[in-house]
């Protein structure tokens, strides 16, 4: 099985920076698409961006220009940069991950969720 663990929520103020990081681990075979989701209380998750094993990006229109998303494929890691930082961007962030695991069943992830926080 394939877990993930994200790290580097926290509180930021308008127009100030985070970065997230999301790590997965387990019996990996293949990770295709990763990327970030996000949601709010009483709200349904979006898409904040995905990247691919090859390096494909997708941004949902309100991140681009302010957020980029990368990968270390060798460390099966992603990461979102998160700049410019709006108040509306307060949302607990979502790490996903496609991936195969060694007995080549294949499926999505989730991780447990970061808090991020833009306020003043």
């Known amino acids: 099985q394939v877990q993930l663990v994200e790290s580097g929520g926290g509180l930021a103020q308008p127009g100030g920076s985070l970065r997230l990081s999301c790590a997965a681990s387990?019996?990996?075979?293949?990770?295709?698409?990763m990327g970030w989701y996000r949601q709010v209380p009483g709200k349904e998750r979006e898409l904040v961006a995905t990247i691919t094993s090859g390096g494909t990006t997708t941004y949902a229109d309100s991140m681009k220009g302010r957020f980029t998303i990368s990968r270390d494929n060798a460390k099966n890691t992603v990461y979102l940069q998160m700049n410019s930082l709006k108040p509306e961007d307060t949302a607990v962030y979502y790490c996903?991950?496609?991936?195969?695991?060694?007995?080549?069943?294949?499926?999505?992830?989730w991780g447990q969720g970061t808090q991020v926080t833009v306020s003043s």
């Open positions: 996903i991950a496609d991936a195969r695991s060694s007995d080549l069943t294949y499926g999505s992830t």
């Open positions: 387990g019996s990996i075979f293949s990770i295709n698409r």
